[in-house]
């Protein structure tokens, strides 16, 4: 996966910061989204995101989530 493709959230994962649903529970589970970066390094050494994919879904709304959470569309 690399930036600019669009995916999908495949597993059941829990959020507390949507815009819409500010502190509480939400499951972004089957939202589609474009991947914006990819954490691999910082200032040019090698780094071990834990969650490196960042995805922009509709709206204002990012999330940084794992490559086994996220499915090509």
Not at 9 to 29: G, L
Not at 45 to 69: D, M, T, V, W
Request: no cysteine.
């Amino acid at each position: 996966m690399q930036v600019g493709d669009r995916v999908r959230v495949k597993e059941s994962v829990m959020v507390y910061h949507h815009p819409e649903h500010r502190n509480q529970a939400f499951d972004i589970q089957g939202l589609e989204g474009e991947i914006t970066a990819v954490l691999r390094e910082w200032n040019g050494a090698p780094i071990s995101a834990n969650f490196p994919f960042q995805i922009k879904f509709a709206g204002k709304f990012r999330a940084h989530l794992r490559e086994n959470e996220l499915e090509l569309i």
